[in-house]
């Protein structure tokens, strides 16, 4: 497959797409279809609150046919957007998710559910020079074609500064950013964060 990608912005009526790629992407980069017993946990965990509370950094990656091949979410500031969603978002999800084992659960499952409880949030230390930051996945279909780059542009756009969080095992995606300019920042264990600079914030 080949020829540039179209990118427009993410609606609502993308969400269950999103959180198919969402969970197609969630094992460093390869499908965590088989780990999982529920395909939404993911994509509520990684994806869904940037729909719902920040639709203005949301942007898809179409083909010829309008299929969704991937999507860039994002943040200018993570701070606020995890105040917001610890009162917007995250207590509905909790209340369809239940702390501790459940009937049919998976490791993977269990993994994603305790993350509903307890989210994942931004090191401090990166917030001064990098205080928004950015969730991009692209399907195998996706990827090599120029719309992760033109995805990462948009959504950070209005930004001094994004970070990431990449899982070492996902060497594809450490090479794009670096390929996009964004640099190693201080290591957390299990995750590799990158960062580029953007320059003053817009409005």
Same mark, same amino acid.
């Given at each position: 497959?080949?020829?540039?990608?179209?990118?427009?912005?993410?609606?609502?009526?993308?969400?269950?797409?999103?959180?198919?790629?969402?969970?197609?992407?969630?094992?460093?980069?390869?499908?965590?279809?088989?780990?999982?017993?529920?395909?939404?946990?993911?994509?509520?965990?990684?994806?869904?609150?940037?729909?719902?509370?920040?639709?203005?950094?949301?942007?898809?990656?179409?083909?010829?046919?309008?299929?969704?091949?991937?999507?860039?979410?994002?943040?200018?500031?993570?701070?606020?957007?995890?105040?917001?969603?610890?009162?917007?978002?995250?207590?509905?999800?909790?209340?369809?998710?239940?702390?501790?084992?459940?009937?049919?659960?998976?490791?993977?499952?269990?993994?994603?559910?305790?993350?509903?409880? %307890?989210?994942?949030?931004?090191?401090?230390?990166?917030?001064?020079?990098?205080?928004? @930051? &950015?969730? !991009?996945? *692209?399907? =195998? #279909?996706?990827?090599?074609?120029?719309?992760?780059?033109?995805?990462?542009?948009?959504?950070?756009?209005?930004?001094?500064?994004?970070?990431?969080?990449?899982?070492?095992?996902?060497?594809?995606?450490?090479?794009?950013? %670096?390929?996009?300019?964004?640099?190693?920042?201080?290591?957390?264990?299990?995750?590799? @964060? &990158?960062? !580029?600079? *953007?320059? =003053? #914030?817009?409005?």
């Amino acid at each position: 497959m080949s020829g540039a990608l179209s990118v427009r912005t993410a609606t609502a009526a993308d969400s269950a797409a999103v959180r198919r790629i969402c969970l197609r992407t969630g094992d460093a980069g390869r499908d965590a279809t088989t780990l999982h017993a529920d395909a939404d946990l993911l994509g509520l965990v990684w994806a869904q609150p940037y729909l719902e509370l920040e639709p203005a950094h949301a942007y898809v990656a179409v083909d010829d046919d309008g299929v969704l091949l991937g999507y860039v979410l994002g943040t200018p500031d993570s701070r606020a957007f995890e105040s917001r969603a610890e009162s917007a978002y995250w207590p509905g999800v909790r209340m369809r998710y239940p702390a501790g084992p459940a009937p049919g659960r998976t490791p993977a499952d269990a993994e994603a559910v305790a993350l509903v409880h %307890r989210p994942p949030t931004a090191p401090e230390g990166l917030l001064a020079d990098h205080p928004g @930051h &950015l969730h !991009v996945d *692209l399907l =195998p #279909a996706a990827q090599g074609r120029g719309g992760g780059r033109l995805l990462v542009s948009l959504a950070a756009a209005g930004c001094a500064g994004v970070h990431v969080g990449v899982d070492p095992r996902n060497e594809p995606a450490l090479g794009f950013y %670096r390929r996009l300019g964004f640099v190693d920042l201080a290591p957390v264990p299990g995750v590799v @964060h &990158l960062g !580029v600079r *953007l320059g =003053p #914030a817009v409005g």
